[in-house]
């Protein structure tokens, strides 16, 4: 038997980084009868016009290009900024849903009373801080090239064209404006993104944590039955079928949690395929106007980088809880449920009912969230790009 560890994991702190980054967004104000909420407020709005004026200037730029080096080189980056914008707005509005789940992991977190079940809700933490500070390398990479982009062009250039209302070529006062304007709005973007694009991951890894660890307590039935002589005592089969009972209640949690994230993840994921898929194609077309400019073509390829890796990994995580689901499945069957009375039979096999219908994903509830998904969007990509080749 595994020895008793203490104290219980709070899995709550996987997402402290997120919500740090929300609020520093505009997304968690202090309540209405603080001091700070109207400054708060107002800081907010600032912060966030962002989320409107740097797709507008994007699109107008992109209605008034001439050619399609033009095209492309903007179309890229307002794809991206577009659903970026797109994603914060639903975060915005899905995030006291996001709160509502700290309050299924504080039930979940005291349950997992063994070293080994709590050793899986460690994993899941830090793995979700992992993710995020890979992506958070990845945006610095990306902010950092487009600043190269400015720094050694031989002529006054913008990091991405967009449309602003005065002449930036005019004079270096207005230039300076125009990069400033920029650097404020990549950077409020990327920090919306990152935000965007790490919290599907991240509660997806905590909800394999707490599957895997309710399996590990379900397996732990069987193997303790196992060490208990025969004949068993009446109270024996009452400890397990108590301890079974409170394993199905556990699970009417995790399936709670699961629903949670699934209808919290749904669009964003589906927004998420959609914009790498078109900005994938149109990077690939870009590359071929690029020619010899090194600056633009290593931006150029950091994003491309950055937002094949974005649906990589929730691929990836989307697969890793497929696999949970088929561990708990396993964990059923071996709790020598062959041995135990009819009324530990019946709970578990609504465990094991229930066990088989989440069994992945989905964005936009019709996508399956897996790697097979992830093939396909780069499969799609690839085509259009091919297409979009041929036309041009």
Known sequence: MSVLFSPHPNTWEAFKYHWLLWKWC???????????????????IIFNLTTILFPLSLVLDLTLSQNLTEIFQNLYVTVTVVFSSLKFVNVFLIRRKLLEVRFLL???????????????????????HKCFMIFLRLYVCAITTSQLVVYFSSERVLMYPSWLPWDWRESKRYFLFAICFQIYAVSAQLSQNLGN?????????ILI????????????????????????????????????????????????????????????????????????????????????????LLNSLVFFGAVTIEILVL??????????????????????????????????????????????????????????????????????????????
């Open 26 to 44: 505009g997304l968690q104000p202090p309540s209405r009868d603080s001091k700070w909420f109207r400054p708060y407020l107002a800081y907010a």
């Open 106 to 128: 504080e039930r979940l977190d005291v349950r997992a009373n063994t070293e080994e079940q709590q050793q899986e809700l460690k994993n899941g933490i830090a793995m979700a």
């Open 197 to 205: 694009d790490t919290y599907p991951q991240a509660y997806i890894v």
């Open 209 to 296: 944590a707490h599957i895997r660890a309710l399996a590990l307590r379900i397996k732990h039935l069987g193997v303790v039955s196992t060490s208990v002589p025969a004949p068993e005592g009446k109270l024996s089969q009452e400890d397990f079928y108590r301890e079974l009972r409170q394993c199905v209640k556990d699970h009417e949690h995790v399936h709670e949690l699961y629903l949670t994230i699934q209808e919290c993840l749904s669009t964003t994921c589906l927004a998420q395929f959609i914009a790498t898929g078109l900005a994938q194609c149109i990077i690939g077309v870009y590359i071929l106007y690029v020619g010899d400019d090194f600056s633009r």
């Open 315 to 392: 691929c990836y995580f989307g697969d890793l809880y497929c696999q949970a689901n088929e561990f708990l499945i396993d964990a059923i069957y071996a709790t020598n449920w062959m041995d135990r009375d009819g009324r530990f039979k019946k709970a578990l096999l609504l465990v094991l009912q229930r066990a088989q219908v989440t069994n992945c994903l989905k964005a936009g509830n019709l996508t399956p969230v897996m790697l097979p998904t992830f093939v396909t969007i780069m499969k799609t990509a690839y085509s259009v790009f091919t297409v979009l080749n041929k036309v041009n």
